[in-house]
C-alpha cells in the first residue's frame, strides 16, 4: 500500500543487489512480473553494472537508488519520501523526478519532504511549510502566494516571505558586499 | 499474517547480515576494502561449514559427557550421587557457557539500526516483525541449541541405557539455555549496543578481548575437564563432604548444582531422601519458574522491539 524511501538509508549490506531486490520482492509476497519492472528500473538509474555487488560497496547514492527501487516494485500507491533525490546524481535525479510525476499521473499519491523548492514546486499540488518543527502555511502553491506578498513568484521566495528570513538574507548580503568588495 | 516458516525464511537474510557485521566490527569497519567486504560476503554463503563445527563441538561434549557419566554410574562407595550431580552440573554449566560465548557477539547486532531498519520499512506487521527478530536471534544458537539438546538425549541414553537421566540432563540443558539466552539478550540490549558503533573503537576492542578470551576458555575447558574429572573429581567430592552442613546446603541451591543433585537424586532413588534432596527439590523448582520468567523476558523484549 506504502512505499517509503527513509532519509538516512539502511539496507542490508551483505546481500548483493539482486539479492536484496529478490529478498524484498519475497517479503512482499510477490512474484514473476516483478522483476521485469526491476530490469527496467536498474537499467533506467544505470545500476547493471552493480547488479551482483554486495551493498556494502556501492556509494551512498547507488544505495540511494537501490532503496528507491525496492519502494518502486511493488507499485504502491501511495510514496512517502524523506528527502529522496539527497545523493542522487543530476541524471539519477532527473529520471526520478520524471518517475514521480507518471506516478502522479496514473492516480498514485506521494507525500514527500525536501528542502529543494523548485523539486516541491515542479510536482507538489499541496505544499506545507514546516519551519523549526511548526507548520507555518499550507496550500496550493496559489493559496501559498496569497498569504505573503503578492509579487512572490517562486516558492522560495514565498517560503523566505512566510518564514520572515527575507530581510534577514538582505541584511546578510550588505554585509558580505561590504567585506568582500 | 504470514506463516512461521515464512517469517524463519525471511530471518535467514537478517541472520546473515548480523554475521556479516559482527564479523566488520571485530576487524575494524574503517580499514576494510571494498574487495574484503566483497570476499566476506561470498564467505558468509558457508556460515553453514562454522553451525557444522559448533555442531561437532557440541557432539564432542555429549560423547564425553555420556562416557564419564557410565563410567560413574558403575562405580559404587557411597560418594556416586555427588559425583553425578557435580559432573551433570559441570556439564550444563560448560555447555550454557559455550552458547553465552558463541553468541555474545552477534546478539549485540541485533538491535542495531542497520539490522531493523531494512525490514522495519516493508510490508510487515509490527508482530511478524517481532517474530522475524526473534528468529534471527535464535538463529544465531539454532545449531548448537538444537544439536546439543539432541545429542545430550540420544547419546546419553544411548551410551548409559538410562533414559529417565539423559531426559532430565536434555531439560536441565533447555533450562539453563531458556536463562542464558535471555542474559544474552539483556546484555545486548542493555550494554552491548553501544559496542555497535564503528567510532567507539575502544568499547569494540573490549568486545574483541571478551569474544577471544571466551572462545580461549572453550578450548581450555574443552582439555580441562576431561582431565580434571578423571583426577580431581574424587577430591572434589571429598572436600564437599567434609563442608560444613550449612555451607553443603547453600551450594545446592546454587544453579545449575540444585538441579543436577536433584536428577543424581532421582537416578539413585534407593538410596533414600535427604535433606539436600529437599533443598535441591525446592530450589529447582524454583529455578525452572526462573527460566519461565527468562522466556517471557526473552519474548516480551522482542515484542517491544518496535518501541
Known amino acids: ?181 | 499474517m504470514r506463516g512461521l516458516r515464512e517469517l524463519w525464511k525471511i530471518s535467514e537474510k537478517v541472520y546473515r547480515e548480523i554475521v556479516f557485521r559482527s564479523t566488520l566490527y571485530q576487524r575494524g569497519i574503517t580499514s576494510i576494502q571494498a574487495k574484503d567486504i566483497e570476499k566476506l560476503s561470498k564467505q558468509l554463503k558457508y556460515t553453514g561449514m562454522y553451525k557444522i563445527l559448533m555442531l561437532i563441538m557440541s557432539a564432542f561434549y555429549a560423547l564425553f559427557g555420556s562416557l564419564t557419566l557410565q563410567d560413574l554410574l558403575t562405580k559404587s562407595g557411597g560418594t556416586e550421587l555427588v559425583q553425578v550431580a557435580f559432573f551433570i552440573a559441570a556439564y550444563i554449566l560448560m555447555n550454557g557457557f559455550i552458547l553465552f560465548f558463541l553468541g555474545i557477539v552477534q546478539s549485540s547486532m541485533i538491535f542495531t539500526p542497520e539490522i531493523y531498519y531494512p525490514i522495519s520499512i516493508l510490508d510487515l506487521s509490527w508482530e511478524e516483525l517481532s517474530r522475524i527478530m526473534l528468529f534471527a536471534y535464535l538463529r544465531i544458537f539454532d545449531v548448537y541449541l538444537i544439536g546439543s539438546i539432541a545429542l545430550t538425549l540420544a547419546l546419553f541414553g544411548f551410551i548409559t541405557k538410562n533414559v529417565i537421566l539423559s531426559i532430565l540432563t536434555a531439560l536441565g540443558l533447555s533450562i539453563t539455555y531458556m536463562i542464558t539466552l535471555w542474559i544474552i539478550l539483556y546484555l545486548a540490549k542493555t550494554y552491548l549496543y553501544k559496542f555497535a558503533s564503528p567510532e567507539l573503537s575502544a568499547s569494540r576492542l573490549i568486545i574483541k578481548i571478551i569474544a577471544v578470551l571466551g572462545y580461549a576458555l572453550i578450548f581450555a575447558v574443552a582439555y580441562l575437564i576431561p582431565t580434571s574429572l578423571i583426577n580431581y573429581l574424587p577430591g572434589i567430592i571429598d572436600t564437599f563432604l567434609a563442608l560444613d552442613p550449612v555451607i553443603k546446603h547453600i551450594l545446592i541451591v546454587v544453579p545449575p548444582l540444585n538441579y543436577a543433585y536433584f536428577t543424581a537424586q532421582i537416578i539413585y532413588l534407593d538410596q533414600g531422601f535427604s535433606s539436600e534432596f529437599i533443598v535441591a527439590t525446592v530450589s529447582t523448582a524454583l529455578y525452572m519458574g526462573l527460566s519461565m520468567i527468562a522466556l517471557r523476558k526473552t519474548l516480551s523484549i522482542f515484542k517491544k522491539i518496535n518501541h
Not at chain 1, 49 to 64: E, F, M, R
Not at chain 1, 91 to 98: L, P, T, V
Not at chain 1, 108 to 126: Q, V, Y
Request: net charge negative.
Open chain 1, 1 to 181: 500500500m506504502v512505499g517509503y524511501v527513509p532519509e538516512e538509508v539502511y539496507l542490508y549490506d551483505s546481500l548483493t543487489v539482486r539479492e536484496f531486490f529478490e529478498f524484498v520482492a519475497s517479503v512482499r509476497g510477490q512474484t514473476g512480473n516483478v522483476l521485469g519492472l526491476v530490469e527496467t528500473l536498474v537499467k533506467s538509474f544505470e545500476i547493471e553494472d552493480y547488479y551482483d555487488y554486495p551493498i556494502a560497496t556501492l556509494s551512498q547514492g547507488t544505495k540511494q537508488k537501490v532503496a528507491i527501487i525496492a519502494t518502486l516494485m511493488h507499485r504502491p500507491p501511495i510514496l512517502v519520501l524523506d528527502e529522496p533525490i539527497k545523493g542522487l546524481d543530476a541524471r539519477s535525479a532527473r529520471i526520478f523526478k520524471e518517475i514521480m510525476q507518471l506516478h502522479i499521473q496514473n492516480g498514485g499519491a506521494i507525500i514527500f519532504s525536501t528542502h529543494i523548492m523548485d523539486l516541491a514546486e515542479n510536482i507538489c499540488t499541496r505544499i506545507g511549510i514546516i519551519h523549526k518543527g511548526r507548520i507555518l502555511a499550507e496550500g496550493t502553491m496559489q493559496d501559498l502566494k496569497k498569504m505573503v506578498d503578492e509579487s512572490a513568484g517562486t516558492l522560495e521566495e514565498v517560503f523566505l516571505e512566510l518564514t520572515r528570513e527575507k530581510e534577514e538574507i538582505a541584511h546578510i548580503v550588505e554585509e558580505l558586499k561590504r567585506g568582500l568588495l
